[in-house]
């Protein structure tokens, strides 16, 4: 039986021991190593139902802390736990990934250990990211994760243009972070500690706060990521792997808002109200280009890419209401957009293992042929513009409403996002689905298997149970949302 004080870390060491695992076998035992790293992927995410189940929803502290003086000439501990705001973000990353390696079972077709040991270790560190609570070994878990992506975008990648994406990914991320380390240093002179809980206790000078802010607005911002800094995410998602792709959209993109909910707002609350209407600008303006930009697109990847772009802006507006409402709604959306954009690429992963392309204009009439496959399809893009009943409604509605108390024109603004992303949405499926049946490019229509619906159904069961009954979600958000308040205001 766990030990309830000691789940985190054996959350943290399942994928740990599962590459281990994987070491010791064989590359040609390929059954034997999927089942392995499946099993290794599935216990994290049973350990974090497990601490879901066992989190108080009646305190916004952390719980399951566990610390380890790592270097006590600096003051350096490495420090677990978790409170409402990072509960949720370690149950996403803990399901997708066994999703991830169910939807490239067989579509792997060299280097399969390599494969599943950078998922496992993107694994670790994502949950790491999630969980520490000391800000050097954040920015190490932060910058680590771009590793196995780099490998899993470089290598495994369906086109091309694959190693340019890779590069593209890392440069633009890691280049925004480097100033991120400089300012983590700065607070390290200054405080003696990156111990973050210490760090709350301590109060920067106006002139510090807008400084450090700067910094970590750099390295979170690319992640999100926001105008200008964006043009990575349609070139690494479009040269994924439909799993890569997956992981890209369901968690990746969530370590820039965590990163600001976590850090930028109670550790630098007077920059934050300094920079907010910079922030409402830049999102507001990513939101209505980014959706006009997905019109225009005719690779099914790139548009899905920047739908991801205009969601996530639209959770920066509800970070920057500086109130329960809009900041508890970014935490929701971004739960509902790992959900919903995960599926949406793993609807596109089906067809294109299938038929080899992913341009639009090569399909039509599916309806009539994978009517199964369509229906999921059709679920996700009303999920995607927000159908009432859908997690994605409940998110948008809590951001909205948040962001109408602090600025109703930039509101405006971000509700138009909807509206545009109904239009491309709704068009986008119309021409997959419906129509003529295009047989001089695809000759085999067949429907989703089993394993393909197996894939789905938890996306499905948790969009539908996060639309229908939020307060699943919320009753554990509340209360750390309350206490991040406090910081931003007393």
Not at 92 to 121: D, G, M, R
Request: hydrophobic share 55%.
């Amino acid at each position: 039986m766990l030990d309830i004080q000691n789940l985190l870390v054996s959350i943290l060491l399942f994928p740990i021991i599962g590459i281990l695992l994987l070491l010791q076998i064989s590359s040609r035992e390929t059954r034997l190593l999927k089942f392995v790293a499946l099993n290794s992927a599935c216990l994290s995410f049973i350990g974090s139902l497990i601490l879901w189940g066992s989190f108080s929803k009646s305190t916004g502290f952390f719980q399951f802390l566990m610390k380890l003086t790592w270097f006590p000439l600096l003051t350096l501990n490495f420090t677990l736990g978790v409170d409402g705001i990072s509960l949720f973000f370690i149950l996403l990353t803990t399901l997708l990934i066994p999703l991830c390696l169910l939807a490239s079972w067989n579509s792997v077709k060299h280097s399969l250990k390599e494969f599943l040991i950078a998922f496992l270790f993107l694994d670790f560190l994502l949950i790491g990211v999630f969980s520490v609570l000391d800000l050097l070994f954040f920015y190490i878990f932060f910058e680590s994760v771009l590793i196995p992506m780099f490998l899993i975008v470089g290598i495994w990648g369906s086109r091309e243009r694959k190693i340019l994406a890779a590069y593209y990914f890392f440069l633009y991320t890691l280049l925004g972070s480097v100033v991120m380390l400089l300012a983590i240093l700065y607070i390290l002179e200054q405080v003696g500690t990156t111990d973050y809980e210490v760090l709350l206790t301590f109060s920067f000078s106006e002139v510090e706060q807008k400084f450090l802010w700067f910094t970590f607005f750099l390295s979170f911002a690319s992640k999100v990521p926001m105008v200008p800094v964006h043009l990575w995410l349609p070139e690494a998602h479009v040269e994924a792997p439909t799993a890569g792709s997956v992981i890209l959209a369901g968690v990746l993109l969530k370590l820039g808002t965590y990163g600001f909910i976590r850090f930028s707002l109670p550790l630098f609350p007077q920059a934050s109200f300094f920079f907010a209407p910079l922030v409402y600008t830049i999102s507001a303006v990513g939101i209505v280009y980014t959706s006009f930009t997905a019109i225009r697109q005719t690779d099914f990847k790139r548009i899905i890419a920047y739908t991801s772009i205009a969601h996530m802006n639209l959770v920066m507006l509800g970070i920057f209401s500086f109130n329960n409402v809009g900041i508890e709604g970014a935490i929701f959306q971004s739960l509902s957009h790992g959900f919903v954009a995960s599926a949406l690429f793993l609807v596109i992963g089906v067809v294109y293992d299938r038929y080899g392309t992913r341009l639009v204009q090569y399909y039509g009439g599916l309806a009539s042929m994978m009517p199964i496959y369509v229906f999921i399809f059709l679920f996700f893009t009303m999920a995607n513009i927000g159908l009432p009943g859908t997690s994605s409604f409940i998110g948008e509605f809590l951001i909205l409403a948040g962001s109408f108390k602090v600025n109703t024109s930039i509101t405006f603004l971000g509700a138009t996002g909807m509206i545009i992303g109904g239009a491309y949405s709704l068009w986008l499926f119309n021409r997959i689905s419906y129509g003529n049946l295009k047989t001089q490019y695809t000759t085999q229509f067949l429907d989703i298997s089993f394993r393909e619906f197996v894939t789905f159904l938890p996306l499905i069961l948790g969009t539908l149970a996060a639309g229908l009954y939020p307060n699943i979600f919320l009753a554990s958000i509340h209360m750390s949302v309350n206490n991040l308040i406090e910081l931003l205001y007393f």
